[in-house]
């Protein structure tokens, strides 16, 4: 069975650029969830989508989106980046509302 | 808000000895407890949780966790560790309520692991 997938594994931007991060959940997974690993900062939640719609949103500002898709898998835009969003961004996912998470590998983004 | 410390940020053990790594959460009810590992650059595995029951859980890797109420800690431990170990471990805490289920997680243990 495949895991979570993201992609790209990397990313390379610019300061005020967007991105766009991608996320596929196990199949069956109707949660999914985004965190950011930033060095020095740990992990932290950034935002939760079940069935289509945004459950639960961490401490980031607005510029910090996404969305879910009907076939679950999901998307995380960040607008007018800025050099500290350069991080390990972590999608994972879950059975429904089901706390037990399972991640995918990460994309790595650098803001330059 | 619930809260999860790991007190140590780097732990070094020779290949063969003993493992355990802590974990202290607050939280005012038993909540849904994690210990994930990441190797470099790769993204998290889960090693084992505790949702309720026997307070001593068994995860994948030789790896296990007990969970104590009254010292709110869930440590992670093994009892011989190998050289492919070394990562970063991670405890995380989940609130239990239906349809609240983000994690919140410590910063982090390094585990170094020498010959």
């Known amino acids: 069975e495949a895991g979570v997938t993201q992609s790209p594994t990397h990313l390379i931007k610019t300061r005020g650029q967007q991105a766009t991060l991608r996320c596929s959940p196990i199949?069956?997974?109707?949660?999914v969830y985004w965190y950011q690993q930033a060095l020095g900062l740990g992990l932290q939640f950034l935002l939760w989508?079940?069935?289509?719609?945004?459950?639960n949103r961490g401490n980031f500002p607005p510029r910090f989106s996404g969305r879910q898709f009907p076939n679950y898998s999901s998307e995380l835009n960040v607008n007018a980046l800025e050099l500290e969003d350069s991080a390990l961004y972590l999608c994972?996912?879950?059975?429904?509302?089901?706390?037990?998470?399972?991640f995918g590998p990460g994309t790595r983004l650098l803001v330059l | 808000a619930q809260s999860v410390t790991q007190p140590d940020i780097h732990i070094t053990v020779s290949e063969g000895a003993s493992l355990e790594l802590r974990c202290n959460y607050s939280?005012?009810?038993?909540?849904?407890l994690f210990w994930y590992v990441q190797s470099p650059g790769q993204g998290l595995q889960l090693l084992l949780k505790?949702?309720?029951?026997?307070?001593l859980v068994q995860g994948i890797k030789g790896f296990e966790a007990e969970f104590k109420r009254s010292q709110s800690s869930f440590n992670l431990r093994k009892p011989s560790v190998h050289w492919s170990d070394a990562a970063e471990y991670f405890c995380?805490?989940?609130?239990?309520?239906?349809?609240?289920?983000?994690?919140?997680f410590g910063k982090g243990t390094m585990l170094l692991v020498s010959p």
């Open positions: 994972a996912s879950s059975l429904g509302q089901r706390v037990t998470q399972y």
């Open positions: 199949s069956g997974h109707t949660s």
């Open positions: 989508y079940d069935e289509g719609e945004e459950r």
């Open positions: 939280y005012g009810a038993t909540p849904y």
């Open positions: 505790y949702f309720s029951g026997d307070t």
């Open positions: 995380a805490v989940a609130l239990g309520d239906s349809g609240y289920s983000t994690l919140t």
